[in-house]
């Protein structure tokens, strides 16, 4: 039987062998990647052997133990205290200790049968290391939230699908994963939380220092066009700089590119004689026709991770442009062979269906230009959906001088994009999921 030291131990030994033992500066750029990757599979490995010990911590520190609580006999008030002091981390990593313990243990019923773990595939993922203990917490936090409004069997099937989908995903990128399972889970109870959400949207504005500081908490429906608005300059300035030398670019940070833009919207609201009677920014609502009718189900918002309800994508759609799901309509050309070299709007909307926004790294689709996978002018490709892939500048870039490769499985907008790193990146060159697929549970 493999133990968690037998893990930690081998997690040792491959740190070592990735060069781990020697000073950073002496490493290659392929030996730091090797050896961060080696780290964190060691952290991982070292979390997964401490939760059950944080676990069996709390156990022994319940409550109703009093006085001979684990914990208060160590001086300390609670066991996150006590394992936050011994571990040197911070309280909410604690906490996050002994949730992913307790989630993740073995357990015996009343008769004194084992019982697998109340979360088995994420005990399975934590054990070996595929999974941190913060993306556990933050699944098994998810699935305690619908387990009484879902089926069991659909709760073990989101949770198979969330450990495979969360691995390697930064944080982000997980949050946006979580909330479209929390919808496709618990499709009831998107309206609510939203309404929720919206009693609780504000607006400070405040005097520090010399500065104005404003602080927003939107809804989604309520940020939707904001966020539009902005993206909309925001991106507009970035591609003006792509086509200028390093003496004409714009050398403002994306962050004061945003604050502009934001002024330069007010800017224009306050010389406006009458409001627009047309929309004055495009809002990308992708909902299916069933929920659309039926008003029961979700939508997504592009560049907003958490869904929507059906009322609040029929309410955007009556006050902003709604770009429909169906494209190519009125005998519009959606494939251009040779004829043209950039892709078309159209083309990037239905690419946009399929790949969410950026397929590296999941960016709005705002900030995306379509990249040829087979390049027009090395390979002559054509400007055809089937030969097109949603990338920001900075993917863009990566992807034509780091020789990464990416395929297109499938057609349409089921299709799945799969990225692969070059050697020195991943020796293994294994494949990454990218694009929508990264943030979908299959029903």
Known sequence: MITPLDRIAEALAALAAAGGERAPEALTPGELVAVTTAFGALKRQVEAALAPVAAEVARQSRTELGRDSLAKRQGFRTPVAMIATATGT????????????????????????????AHPHVAAAVACG?????????????LDRVSTRCTPLARDDAERQLVDLAQGLRPDELQRLLSRAEAHLDPDGVEPREQERRGERSLVIQEREGMVVLTARLDPETAAPIRAAIDGLVTGALRRNEHLDEAERDQRSVRQLQADALADLCRHGLGCDALPSGPS?????RVDLDTLLTGHGSATID??????????????????????????????????????????????????????GCAGCGAPLTWCHVHHLRWWERDRGPTDLSNGVLLCSGCHHRVHDDGWDIDVEGVGTSATVWLTPPAWIDSARTRRRGGRARYELIA
């Open 90 to 117: 911070t309280g909410g990593e604690a906490a996050r200790l002994v949730q992913v313990g307790e989630a993740t243990a073995s357990r015996r019923s009343l008769t004194g049968e084992e019982l697998p773990a």
């Open 303 to 356: 560049g907003i991770d958490v869904p929507v309800s059906a009322q609040a994508a029929r309410r955007l759609a009556a006050d902003a442009e709604l770009i429909p799901c169906v494209l190519g309509g009125e005998s519009e050309i959606l494939d251009w062979g040779r004829a043209k070299r950039l892709f078309t709007r159209a083309q990037k909307l239905a690419l946009g269906e399929r790949d969410g």
């Open 281 to 285: 920014a495009t809002v990308i609502v």
């Open 130 to 142: 595929a999974l941190g203990t913060w993306a556990a917490s933050q699944i098994v936090a998810l």
